[in-house]
C-alpha cells in the first residue's frame, strides 16, 4: 500500500483507482470471528497515506464498493474520502443507453425496438443487460439466425428473469394439472387486484428449480410501495396455494416459496415499515449485524414478550386477511380459473395478452413456434 503512494507522487500529477475497497476497508472489529491482523494492517497503511503527516498532493484516490455499509468509518470521514457517488440501477434513459451501447455490433433485425426492450426491463442493472443481448444472440444463434430479432430478446428475458427452462424433467399429469391451477391461481388473483404488476407471462414448464412461474413486471420504475400495493402483493403470492386447496382438495409443497416470501414481506411491513393498525408508526427490532465486524452475534430484541407475542399475532391476521382476500377471488371467478387452467395444460405457457383475452373470453391465436426442437435436454447448471 506504501508502495503504491510512492509511484503515485513520482507520476503526480495522477488518479489511484481502488475497486471493491471493502476488502481492505473493512470496519475493523472487536475480533469476533476471527481477526485479520494483515488486512487491518493494509487498512491502516491506507488511512495514514491518506490523512497523514506528508502531503499527498497530485494524487487524488479513487474507490468503488457495493458495500458501503461495512467500510470502516475512519475512511469516510472527511478529509479522506470527501464524495460518495451512489450509483443504482438505471432508469428507463439509461437502460436504453446501455442497450444501445451493447447491441452496436449486434446485428438487430428490423422488428428490434430498443425502447420497448428498456420499458419491459426495470431493475435491470448494466450487467443484466449486457447479459440479456448475449443470450439473446445465442437464441438467435441456435435458430440459424443471421440477425437477433424481437422474440430473441424476449426469450432471453424470460431466460435471465424465470431461469433456464429444463424440458428433460418431466411431469406427471397429476403434478402437471396441480401446477397448472397454482400458477393460474396466482394470475388470475393478480390480474383481479387493482394497482398489481401486469402479468408478463406465466408457464408450468420448470425453470431454475421451480416446477412453474408467474411472471409480474411492473410497467415502471418503482422507488416506493404504498400500504395497498404491499397487501395486494401478498393476496397474489397466496394464490397459488388457494387454488391448489380450493380446486385440489388438498395443499402440496409447490407454495414453500410463496408461504416464505410473504412472511417475510408481512414481518417487514409489521416491524420496519410501519404499516401495522396495532403498532402504528413504530420499528422493532434492530437488524441483522455481521459477527465478523465485530458487531451483535443475534439480533438485539428491543421489546418485551408481550410486544413479541403481539408482532406474532399481527403478522398472522395481515397474513390471513390476504390469504381469505386470494380465496374469496377465485371461488367469485372460478369459470376463469378453470379456463386459465385448461390453457396452461394445453399451451404450458401463456403471454401476458393471452391472459388477457382469456379473462375477456375470447379464443386464443395459434401460438408461434419458435423453440428449437429437443432443445435444453442436457441442461446446464
Sequence with gaps: MRDLFVQGKKNAPCLIFIDEIDAVGRQRGAGLGGGHDE???????LLVEMDGFESNEGVILIAATNRPDVLDPALLRPGRFDRQVVVPNPDLGGRLKILQVHTKRTPLAPDVDLETLARGTPGFSGADLENLVNEAALHAAKLGQDKV?????????????MGKERRSMILSEEEK??????????????KSLPGTDPVHKVTIIPRGRALGVTMQLPGEDRHTYSKTYLQ????????????????????TTGAGNDIERATALAKRMVCEWGMSDEFGPMALGKKDEQVFLGRDIT????????????????VRRILSEAYGTAKRILEE???????????????ETLTGQEVDLIMRGKELPQAAEFALEDDDTSGDA
Design 39 to 45: 488486512r487491518e494492517q493494509t487498512l491502516n497503511a
Design 149 to 161: 430479432a424481437m422474440h430473441n430478446f424476449e426469450e432471453a428475458k424470460d431466460k435471465v428473469l
Design 177 to 190: 394439472r396441480t401446477t397448472a391451477y397454482h400458477e393460474a391461481g396466482h394470475t388470475l388473483v393478480a
Design 232 to 251: 395486494n402483493n401478498l393476496a397474489v403470492l397466496f394464490g397459488g396455494r388457494a387454488a391448489e386447496e380450493l380446486v385440489c382438495a388438498t395443499i
Design 299 to 314: 439480533n438485539i430484541k428491543d421489546y418485551s414478550e408481550e410486544t413479541a407475542r403481539l408482532i406474532d399475532q399481527e
Design 333 to 347: 371467478q372460478r369459470p376463469l380459473l378453470e379456463a386459465l387452467a385448461q390453457a396452461l395444460v394445453e399451451r
